[in-house]
């Protein structure tokens, strides 16, 4: 079965610089999709990125971008240019392909705040 | 068009009774998931479906818990003889695709059941 662990529960960062928000998953996969979601206090999840496990490149969204070590199955994100309403809970999120595929499982989350 | 919709947004329901909830999708999506969120942890996954085929029920708590979709659009999410257990948020996501891309997930508010 695949896990995903989010091992900061609570993280601050001021108003224009940037953090790093950490993943690890286990999984005996090799082809799988990672996430990262944010989910702000009134509760709709929006995707923020999308990783694809057999590209060696990592993903990148404006002020967001991930680092993905795949032998380590680590899956971090960079937020950039922090602003204050990135403040927010991030789910990590695993998903894989094929039979049984489709359904995320996501981390236990990180919630984070901006501070101005 | 319009994201996903869900009804009611707030369910109060004495122990042992019956509800039901109700997820709009985002029309022409072929996917949809049930998720259930426990109060501070990330979501975990109840059941699957592609147009009004049930795929995956595997994280459906117990017997009590019943899902359908029985034209491909709208699904109910129904909860017998409810415990105060089942108190959660639960989340309805929508998808482009079927199993396979990867394809991001929209996901509804949510509806947020307190069972007394």
């Known amino acids: 079965a695949q896990t995903v662990t989010q091992s900061q529960p609570e993280m601050s960062v001021q108003e224009a610089e940037t953090v790093t928000l950490s993943c690890t998953y286990d999984?005996?996969?090799?082809?799988?999709?990672l996430f990262w979601y944010k989910q702000p206090p009134s509760r709709q999840m929006i995707l923020v990125i999308r990783q694809e496990a057999y590209k060696q490149q990592n993903a990148t969204e404006n002020r967001f971008s991930v680092n993905f070590q795949k032998a380590a199955k680590s899956f971090s994100l960079k937020i950039s240019d922090s602003q204050l309403g990135d403040t927010a809970m991030y789910f990590c999120?695993?998903?894989?392909?094929?039979?049984?595929?489709?359904?995320?499982?996501f981390g236990q989350g990180t919630e984070l705040s901006v501070k101005p | 068009g319009a994201g996903v919709s869900q009804s009611p947004r707030y369910k109060v329901a004495k122990r042992g009774q019956d509800v039901a909830l109700r997820c709009d999708p985002i029309s022409g999506h072929v996917s949809l998931f049930w998720y259930q969120q426990a109060l501070g942890q990330g979501p975990e996954f109840l059941t699957y479906f592609q147009n009004e085929a049930q795929l995956d029920k595997s994280g459906l708590p117990s017997d009590r818990f019943f899902a359908e979709r029985p034209e491909g659009s709208v699904s109910t999410l129904k909860i017998q003889r409810t415990q105060q257990e089942d108190s959660a948020v639960y989340l309805c996501?929508?998808?482009?695709?079927?199993?396979?891309?990867?394809?991001?997930?929209?996901f509804g508010p949510g509806t947020r059941l307190t069972v007394l």
């Open positions: 999120a695993f998903m894989k392909t094929g039979n049984q595929g489709g359904k995320l499982i």
């Open positions: 999984t005996s996969e090799n082809n799988y999709y």
């Open positions: 996501a929508s998808s482009a695709q079927g199993l396979a891309g990867g394809s991001e997930q929209f």
